[in-house]
């Protein structure tokens, strides 16, 4: 039993049954152990709900884009909104992380992915940047 494995049991339960259908049974019973092994690893259901969120938006951040500062921040915006989309349960973990936990795993990567690329930028693109992540959140709701 790896964490790795218990957080994708835990993203593919949240998937299909939102943050109320994972719970540490059933947990368990897809992965058929017991709860020793998964506490373990994760303490308890926020610590697996933010690793989960860290598991989908990782791999958003780390993706490398081309083009212009500006296309990158696109990209982690379309990025950001696919996971979304994907898994509807990241948009609300989020905005918990964000409000509750703004130096866990998550916050301080998805601020450094778009902030990096901002600073590229000079005043008048740092604003069309925030601008164009702005419209994007729009136009995916």
Known sequence: MSRERIV???VELLDAAGES????????????TGSGAIYWHVANKGELLGAATEAVV????????GGSPRDRVHGVA???FGAMEEHPWLAPQL?????????????????????????EHDDREQFLAGLDLILDGVGAS
């Open 8 to 10: 994708g049991a835990a």
């Open 21 to 32: 259908g994972l719970t540490f049974r059933a947990l368990t019973e897809r992965l058929a």
């Open 58 to 65: 990782g791999p958003v951040l780390a993706a490398e884009s």
């Open 78 to 80: 379309l990025g950001l």
């Open 95 to 119: 905005v918990a992380q964000l409000a509750h936990d703004p130096w866990g795993p998550v916050a301080p990567r998805l601020v450094e992915a778009i902030g990096r690329q901002v600073r």
